[in-house]
Every structure is written in structure tokens, then in C-alpha cells.
Antibody, heavy 119, light 110 residues
Framework: QVQLVESGGGVVQPGRSLRLSCAAS????????MHWVRQAPGKGLEWVAV????????YYADSVKGRFTISRDNSKNTLYLQMNSLRAEDTAVYYC????????????WGQGTTVTVSS | EIVLTQSPGTLSLSPGERATLSCRAS???????LAWYQQKPGQAPRLLIY???SRATGIPDRFSGSGSGTDFTLTISRLEPEDFAVYYC???????????FGGGTKVEIK
């Protein structure tokens, strides 16, 4: 079945780095744009970044621009989020989501991985 | 940047009642790019409505979306126990590929 599984979350000190992964299965990963969306504890959804199906374009929320990098490896069906210079306000559950350009909307979501930035 | 404002923040209703959720955009939004999601505690969001009014696969017909321009509505005709959750509207922003979410409306049991 169509599935996205995030991994790589954890507890990290401010200023340090972390890389999240999102493994896709059950669909042609290389045909879809992919997003990262996060949710701080008790808060709403915040879009983080998007990468086009072929990796040719990437866009970021202002809150993470210059610190986070989205990438993908279509040969491994995997999406990544490299997070540098982490701050306390980056603490959140991070979801990867598939962009169904045909709809358009985020039609498949992973279960999320939790990132906690704390000293 | 387009801001989406959802109201009310919380809606207290009983099972069987009708729920009407509002999503207002700070400037006109293409209906094609307006979606609604449902999120239950501890779960990922789930796509309900895309293109302002089209139900996603497997979504019951008690959920309907409408609106255009700056005002959009999600209606749940008769609330079932499993419908008590938080609902978010979302649109594709002016920056290519970027998204914006509304702040959410919590539908709780009265």
C-alpha cells in the first residue's frame, strides 16, 4: 500500500544538526513532489519545505530558510530534511507528505517523527 | 503572503448536529488550490477536500466543501463520533510550491 515512513527524530542541543528521512513505498516516488510539514506541541500545522519530483526546485518557509535543506534520492525512494543550527522553536513533529499535483493537495502523509531541541 | 484565518477556534456540538467551519483568506485564492484536512490526536492529518469542493478518496459524503475567492466553508452534515477532531484549511501560496495552513478549528463534543 501507499506509505511514507519518517525516521531520524530525537533530542538535540540548540545549534546542532539532525537529518530526517522519509521512506516511500507503494507508488512511483520519482513522479511526485514532496513536502515537509511540522507541528509544534499543541500548535497547528506549519509548512517547512517542498522539493519537486525531480529535485530541480526547492522552496522553504522563511522560518527555516538558510538552515534547513530538503533533498531526495529517487533511486532509494527517500526524502530527506537536513536541519542545521537548530533552535528551541524547531521542536515539533515533522511530517513528510506527498503532493498530488493532479488534485492538488497533500494526499498521503507519514506518521511523523519528533524533534526536540533542548539543552 | 496569503493568510488563512479559520473560525471559530472551537466548535462544541453534539453527534448528529451540523458543523459549519469557515476559512477566510487575506486575498483571493484560486478554488483549485484550497484543501481541507482532518487531524485526530496523535495522528497525521488526513486529506478531506481538495479543489475547495471535491471529496478525497474514501471520504464520506457528509463532508462537503464550498466557497470561492476569500471565503471557504467545510460542512459536516451530521456529526458522527469519529468526526470530533481538528480541521485545517490549506492553500498553495504565492511563492512557488509554498503552502499556507489556517490555524485550525477544533470540533469537540458538547
Amino acid at each position: 500500500q501507499v506509505q511514507l515512513v519518517e525516521s531520524g527524530g530525537g533530542v538535540v542541543q540548540p545549534g546542532r544538526s539532525l537529518r530526517l528521512s522519509c521512506a516511500a513505498s507503494g507508488f512511483t516516488f520519482s513522479s511526485y513532489g514532496m513536502h515537509w510539514v511540522r507541528q509544534a506541541p499543541g500548535k497547528g500545522l506549519e509548512w517547512v519545505a517542498v522539493i519537486w519530483y525531480d529535485g530541480s526546485n526547492k522552496y522553504y518557509a522563511d522560518s527555516v530558510k538558510g538552515r534547513f535543506t530538503i533533498s531526495r534520492d529517487n533511486s532509494k525512494n527517500t526524502l530527506y530534511l537536513q536541519m542545521n543550527s537548530l533552535r528551541a522553536e524547531d521542536t515539533a513533529v515533522y511530517y513528510c507528505a506527498r503532493d498530488s499535483a493532479q488534485l492538488p493537495a497533500l494526499d498521503v502523509w507519514g506518521q511523523g517523527t519528533t524533534v526536540t531541541v533542548s539543552s | 503572503e496569503i493568510v488563512l484565518t479559520q473560525s471559530p477556534g472551537t466548535l462544541s456540538l453534539s453527534p448528529g448536529e451540523r458543523a459549519t467551519l469557515s476559512c477566510r483568506a487575506s486575498q483571493s485564492v484560486s478554488s483549485s488550490y484550497l484543501a481541507w484536512y482532518q487531524q485526530k490526536p496523535g495522528q497525521a492529518p488526513r486529506l478531506l477536500i481538495y479543489g475547495a469542493s471535491s471529496r478525497a478518496t474514501g471520504i464520506p459524503d457528509r463532508f462537503s466543501g464550498s466557497g470561492s475567492g476569500t471565503d471557504f466553508t467545510l460542512t459536516i452534515s451530521r456529526l458522527e463520533p469519529e468526526d470530533f477532531a481538528v480541521y485545517y484549511c490549506q492553500q498553495y501560496g504565492s511563492s512557488l510550491g509554498g503552502l499556507t495552513f489556517g490555524g485550525g478549528t477544533k470540533v469537540e463534543i458538547k
